[in-house]
């Protein structure tokens, strides 16, 4: 199993700012994912990103979000102006395929 | 309808036992199947994936397949207080993205 970290773990900002979130995968994978879970709420798929582009994404992942790997190993998630509705946990998946998606610990989001 | 349910419980069953947890789908397109296992504040864990009717077995785990009823389930025998958690079932059609089910929380007492 992959091992990936996200970073930070707990970031609190105030409405409409910016964040970035950050993916760090231990070794090299193919399929890069992002879910979020707001509280007491199903996982829900955001995006994924293969072959340095975006393959899918959800109604979620409108205009304010966005994704790259700027280096090529740190994958990211921005969102460009925070609402109230973004607090949630995010989390990071990664595989070889899209059937094995292993999930980072996750960075829980609050905005307030 | 949710594209996909799932008995939020809580379930709780004595060290040892077997527990079933379960989940419906509406979405027949949906072929790939998987079952996480979340605990408190923690991201899923990938337990296992299947794709084809029937039973697949890892262990203590068996994950079970009718895409004619549309039903998944996943067996845990001789239940451990270790495999407290949130078990989610996730699936997907050809897709990228996986549609969860909101999750059973399980507890298992010693």
């Known amino acids: 199993e992959p091992e990936v970290t996200q970073t930070p773990s707990h970031q609190v900002t105030q409405m409409g700012q910016e964040v970035i979130l950050r993916c760090v995968p231990i070794?090299?994978?193919?399929?890069f994912y992002w879910y979020r879970q707001i509280l007491g709420q199903k996982v829900e798929f955001l995006v994924s990103?293969?072959?340095?582009?975006?393959?899918?994404k959800s109604e979620i992942f409108d205009d304010q979000f966005s994704v790259e790997r700027p280096d090529g190993s740190n994958f990211t998630l921005k969102i460009r102006s925070t609402k109230l509705e973004d607090s949630a946990m995010y989390f990071c998946?990664?595989?070889?395929?899209?059937?094995?998606?292993?999930f980072g610990p996750g960075t829980r989001l609050t905005v307030t | 309808q949710k594209e996909v349910e799932q008995d939020p419980g809580p379930l709780s069953v004595p060290e040892g036992a077997i527990v079933s947890l379960n989940c419906t789908y509406s979405?027949?397109?949906?072929?790939?199947f998987m079952w996480y296992r979340q605990y408190s504040r923690k991201g899923p864990e990938l337990l296992m994936y299947?794709?084809?009717?029937g039973n697949k077995e890892d262990g203590r785990f068996t994950a079970q397949v009718d895409k004619s009823s549309k039903y998944i389930s996943l067996f845990i025998r001789d239940s451990q207080p270790s495999d407290s958690a949130t078990y989610l079932c996730?699936?997907?059609?050809?897709?990228?993205?996986?549609?969860f089910g909101k999750g059973t929380k399980l507890s298992v007492i010693p």
């Open positions: 998946a990664l595989g070889q395929g899209a059937n094995e998606q292993y």
């Open positions: 070794s090299n994978h193919l399929y």
């Open positions: 990103f293969y072959n340095n582009e975006i393959s899918e």
């Open positions: 979405n027949s397109a949906f072929q790939y």
């Open positions: 299947t794709y084809s009717s």
């Open positions: 996730a699936m997907r059609s050809g897709s990228y993205q996986l549609t």
